[in-house]
């Protein structure tokens, strides 16, 4: 599996981000590749609709929690955060591998080498699939309108 095919495949998944965390998000799928681990880009930018249907998951409608933050108080909702999924290649294609092994935790690794906020080191809940970049604002600040600085020309 070539690593631009990685990389196109998460296009959409990124276009929504800010254009630092984007460009985190393929150097990380840069360096797993590097190292023999594939990975994608499962989520991006969410909308608080959104949001407020995965927080419903598991509490209100079925199936098992998968995240603790409602609506207005993830960081994806802001373009800040990304999530991604271990895989496999068979025949050729790429299979989702949820099952945690030593490869998420390579990933966590070189996530937090860029400067990401890993999900995996979380106390409460732990989110092995997630990374954000806050530049240093709560979700407070985000949701009373404060912007985290335009980017500089990001280098693809």
């Given at each position: 599996?070539?690593?631009?095919?990685?990389?196109?495949?998460?296009?959409?998944?990124?276009?929504?981000?800010?254009?630092?965390?984007?460009?985190?998000?393929?150097?990380?799928?840069?360096?797993?590749?590097?190292?023999?681990?594939?990975?994608?880009?499962?989520?991006?930018?969410?909308?608080?609709?959104?949001?407020n249907r995965l927080y419903a998951q598991g509490r209100t409608k079925p199936g098992r929690i998968v995240t603790n933050a409602r609506g207005g108080y993830s960081y994806h909702n802001f373009g800040l955060a990304f999530d991604f999924c271990v895989c496999n290649v068979v025949n050729g294609k790429l299979v989702t591998s949820w099952n945690l092994d030593r490869r998420w935790f390579r990933v966590g690794q070189l996530g937090k080498s860029l400067g990401l906020e890993w999900g995996g080191d979380w106390k409460s809940f732990k989110d092995y699939p997630h990374f954000q970049?806050?530049?240093?604002l709560s979700l407070a600040q985000l949701r009373a309108g404060k912007k985290p600085p335009n980017a500089v020309t990001v280098k693809k």
């Open positions: 599996m070539k690593v631009e095919e990685l990389l196109l495949r998460a296009e959409k998944k990124l276009s929504g981000l800010h254009p630092v965390v984007a460009d985190k998000a393929r150097k990380l799928i840069r360096a797993a590749h590097s190292e023999g681990i594939y990975i994608i880009i499962t989520q991006g930018l969410r909308t608080i609709e959104e949001q970049y806050t530049f240093g």
